[in-house]
């Protein structure tokens, strides 16, 4: 059984601040892919990225980082300098690599004020 | 990336009605699944579609409620049947690509208010 774990479900801050989405996961599978997913209020899930889980390598895009630990199962996303636009719901997906199935944590609404 | 698209991409229904969704891809993709959205909730899915073959359902979801169709590579559709408010939802079609490099797309969702 897979299970993904985003124990904050909302998160405000005001434009420029660094803000973290937690994410925990479990699975038996020894291989294994994260995903992050963001939904902003039009509805669509826009993808923003895919993790391999024997590459523990950190990731930036731009102003988006995340931090992948195979030793604590977490898989955090972090978006610096946030804007109005990064306000959203960010979910963190896991699926086995030998299977298409997505297991989505509840998602964290983020709020970037003015 | 794929281009997908839903229709419709909201709707109010009467209970006891049904809705047909479709799901339409600009590739062909190799998997296509459909994903329901509660309101204020996570996403579940419902059921893979497969082409040419019955739909293979998750645990919790029926295909008397939920027939799929798949007939070619690129469409799909879910019927919500015999509707209830319990049924207002985002149903969301999703697919991954033929040769891609395994991310997994989503639909722009369709909006379904039951009344």
């Known amino acids: 059984a897979q299970k993904v774990t985003q124990a904050q479900t909302e998160i405000s801050v005001v434009e420029k601040e660094d803000v973290t989405l937690d994410c925990v996961y479990e699975?038996?599978?020894?291989?294994?892919?994260l995903f992050w997913y963001k939904q902003p209020p039009s509805g669509e899930l826009v993808f923003l990225i895919r993790?391999?889980?024997?590459?523990?390598q950190n990731e930036i895009s731009g102003r988006y980082s995340w931090n992948f630990q195979k030793s604590t199962s977490s898989f955090n996303f972090t978006i610096t300098a946030s804007q109005v636009v990064d306000s959203a719901v960010y979910f963190c997906?896991?699926?086995?690599?030998?299977?298409?199935?997505?297991?989505f944590g509840a998602g964290t609404t983020v709020t970037v004020g003015a | 990336s794929a281009v997908i698209s839903q229709k419709p991409s909201r709707d109010i229904c009467q209970r006891g009605t049904s809705l047909t969704i479709q799901c339409q891809v600009d590739?062909?993709?190799?998997?296509m699944f459909w994903y329901r959205q509660q309101p204020g909730q996570s996403l579940t899915l419902i059921a893979t579609?497969?082409?040419?073959?019955?739909?293979?359902?998750e645990s919790g979801f029926v295909i008397d409620k939920f027939p799929i169709s798949r007939p070619n590579l690129t469409f799909s559709t879910l019927t919500v049947s015999n509707m209830s408010p319990e049924d207002s939802s985002i149903y969301l079609c999703?697919?991954?690509?033929?040769?891609?490099?395994?991310?997994?797309?989503f639909g722009p969702g369709t909006r379904l208010t039951v009344t």
């Open positions: 997906a896991l699926r086995p690599s030998n299977d298409y199935k997505l297991s």
């Open positions: 999703s697919v991954v690509k033929s040769g891609g490099g395994y991310e997994q797309y």
């Open positions: 579609a497969n082409q040419g073959s019955e739909a293979t359902y």
């Open positions: 590739s062909q993709v190799t998997m």
């Open positions: 699975t038996r599978d020894t291989t294994y892919y």
């Open positions: 993790r391999n889980s024997f590459d523990e």
